[in-house]
């Protein structure tokens, strides 16, 4: 069966981890070859190692999305070990909340480098690849908070919903070049991010809101629905949160 994952050539980033690597490992199973990025070189090259085993169906490169050198050379990467891009994932993120009054300057600066300077990093690496091929699916990865605004998480949120914006645009823009867009926006996953709260008081409360946190298949499936679609049928926008979340 044709189910339109076998075969393509998936880059993430953030694949290290949570969400990235759940996707990693389910589109592997399913016959994605699979590109993966993150710091944490040690981490997904173990990854690859066990998703490719004797195939070499998955490769890790070592990427810091703050520099969009380096989110260049993991596309090219991909490129020259395979030949194409078929499906760019904008998944790098982190939340280190806190009230505005707190000032932590630095803390919404690696929010706006990561998770909305990346994704336009991500962008730039992939589309002409894919603009010259006449086809590729870009997936970048909102939240609710793209949604919704809370006390302490303003900046994550703002990021958040910059990435609507941006995935909307995108849309508007490719369509030329029959390229598919989708934005997902999860609801608690359980994964790594809380631990990038470094406010005490902040991670508690954060906390409470993830007891009824879902695993990282639920984003896995999420985005094998968008990309196993038939070719015409682009699915633009997916949200999702745990049944017991309220908010
Ligand atoms: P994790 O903390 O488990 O994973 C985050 C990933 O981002 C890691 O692989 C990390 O890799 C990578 N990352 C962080 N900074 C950088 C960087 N500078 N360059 C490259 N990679 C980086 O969290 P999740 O899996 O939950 O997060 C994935 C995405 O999902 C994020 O965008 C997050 O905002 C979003 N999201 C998550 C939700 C949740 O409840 N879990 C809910 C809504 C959205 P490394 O440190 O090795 O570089």
Redesign the pocket.
């Known amino acids: 069966m044709n189910n339109n994952i076998e075969g393509k050539v998936v880059v993430i ?9 759940s996707t990693a490992r389910h589109l592997s199973q399913l016959g994605a070859i699979v590109v993966l ?4 070189i040690e ?2 090259t173990a990854l690859a190692g066990e998703l490719a085993g004797s195939t070499e169906k998955a490769l890790a490169v070592r ?4 520099d969009s050198k380096q989110v260049q050379n993991l596309v090219d990467a991909a490129v020259k070990a395979y030949g194409r891009i078929d499906v760019m994932i904008n ?5 280190p909340h806190s009230p505005l009054e707190r000032l932590k300057i630095a803390d919404w600066d690696q929010m706006i ?3 909305l300077k ?1 994704v336009l990093y991500g962008i730039a690496a992939a589309l002409p690849y894919m603009q010259a091929q006449k086809s590729g699916h870009i997936i970048n ?5 793209g949604h919704k605004v809370r006390p302490g998480g303003a900046v ?1 949120a703002a990021t ?1 919903h910059a990435v609507r914006a941006l995935s909307e645009g995108l849309r508007l823009e490719v369509k030329p070049y029959n390229i598919r867009t989708t934005v997902i ?9 809380p ?2 709260i470094t406010e005490p008081d902040v991670a508690a409360n954060v906390k409470k809101i ?1 007891e009824v ?1 879902i695993s ?1 298949d639920a ?1 896995a499936r999420a985005v094998i629905y968008a990309m196993s679609q038939p070719d015409d049928v682009d699915i633009n926008e997916i949200l999702f949160r745990p049944t017991l979340q309220e908010v």
């Open positions: 980033t953030g694949a290290s981890s949570g969400l990235g690597e990025g993150a710091r944490r981490r997904i990427t810091d999305v703050t998944n790098a993120g982190l939340m480098d990561v998770n990346g990865v909102s939240s609710v908070a994550y958040k926006s999860p609801g608690a996953v359980a994964t790594e991010l631990n990038s993830y946190a990282p984003f």
